[in-house]
Structures are given as C-alpha cells and as structure tokens.
C-alpha cells in the first residue's frame, strides 16, 4: 500500500479473499491486494510515467481497454529503491469510455449502450498513440 500511494499521491483500498485457499496460506476475509482508482489528469500523468515504450495490440480486449504489467516498481521513473519496503510488481487496468457511457452502470434507468458510443479497438489505439506517443505493435 504505501509503495501505490507513493506512486500516485492517492491512499489505496484493499481488497479481502472471498475464500481460503491453503495451498497459499490464504484465509477468508484476509487482506490479499490493494487497488487504486484514477481519473482524470492524475491517470494521464500516471500512465506518461508507467507506460513503456510499446504496448502489443493483443493487450487490447474488444471494448478497447488495455492492461499492461510492471515487472518492478522501482523501473519506473522518479522511484527510488528502499529496502524496508522491498520489490513489487503490479497490474496496470486501463477503460477507456467515451462520455455518457455511465448510462450503463447507473442504478436508476439503467441502459444499453449505443453502438456508434462504444469505442472501438483502433479508436482505443489511435487515442493511445496520439495522447501517450507510443508505437503500438501488431500482435503475432
């Protein structure tokens, strides 16, 4: 938790087992990750920093979100080693939604979404590349 807060100025949630799992020691109710969600300016500054150089479009599913993964947190820039808190890795989500897009989640009158606003796998792309300046490689 205090290696995300320090990576994004924003205080994480964490996320409980549904189940215990023995083989992992896990028990049910036990703190096992931590999420953070950002919007906004603070995702695009997070996402200039995190993204590397090429993402493949195989990481792109069919709503044109992207996840991406970071091997060590101390390869990003900025970041510097401290050895009371060690290594990490994480998982990167990114949604991408066009605005009105919140007529699908809303609780009261909930909708489907129309199919010229939902975002296509080459718009995600193009935004992605145009916004972030990164080169895209086709997937094999």
């Known amino acids: 938790m205090t290696v995300l807060q320090q990576l994004t100025n924003q205080r994480p949630c964490t996320r409980k087992a549904k189940r215990t799992i023995r083989d992992f020691g896990i028990r049910k109710g036990e703190p ?61 989500s ?19 979404i129309g199919r010229r606003q939902r975002i296509t796998v080459s718009e995600s792309m193009t935004f992605i590349e145009d916004t972030f300046g990164i080169e895209i490689k086709e997937a094999k």
Do not use: W
């Open 32 to 92: 096992i990750s931590c999420v953070c969600t950002l919007r906004g300016d603070r995702a695009t500054n997070f996402l200039n920093m995190a993204l590397e150089d090429n993402i493949s479009s195989s990481q792109f599913d069919s709503n044109g979100n992207f996840s991406f993964g970071v091997s060590e947190h101390i390869s990003l820039p900025g970041v510097r080693y401290d050895p009371n808190l060690g290594i990490f890795g994480m998982d990167v």
């Open 94 to 112: 990114v949604v991408i939604e066009k605005p009105g897009y919140r007529v699908k989640r809303r609780q009261r009158a909930t909708s489907k």
